[in-house]
């Protein structure tokens, strides 16, 4: 019975977090996540969109996650494709312990 409930549990927990991450096209080696940037808005310096992420990241609490919950999923998915940053270009709340972030993931030219 109970091996049961913490199997629901767990899958129940797994499905609320999640990332997706879609290349663009070429694909580049991955980078260090603690070296890609998180931006709000597209830098004015020239880059080149490499990709799309997009994370479910779950908090538990009393309180609702934030894009700042989200920020290391971001910077690992960022970095899996090979990004120096990843800028967020959408969020939403799915429900009270559950948010979605959309950003693109961008390189300095070499």
Not at 6 to 26: D, F, K, N, S, W
Not at 79 to 107: F, P
């Amino acid at each position: 019975m109970y091996r049961c409930l913490a199997v629901i549990l767990i899958a129940t927990l797994t499905a609320c977090g999640g990332t997706q991450v879609r290349p663009y096209g070429e694909h580049y080696s991955p980078t260090l996540p603690g070296e890609v940037e998180v931006f709000y808005s597209f830098p004015h310096e020239e880059h080149n969109k490499i990709g799309a992420v997009d994370v479910k990241r779950y908090k538990p609490g009393f309180s609702k996650p934030t894009v700042y919950d989200a920020v290391e999923k971001l910077q690992e998915a960022g970095a899996e494709l090979g990004a120096h940053a990843v800028v967020v270009v959408d969020s939403q709340n799915i429900d009270d312990r559950v948010i979605r972030v959309t950003a693109e993931a961008i390189r300095w030219p070499d």
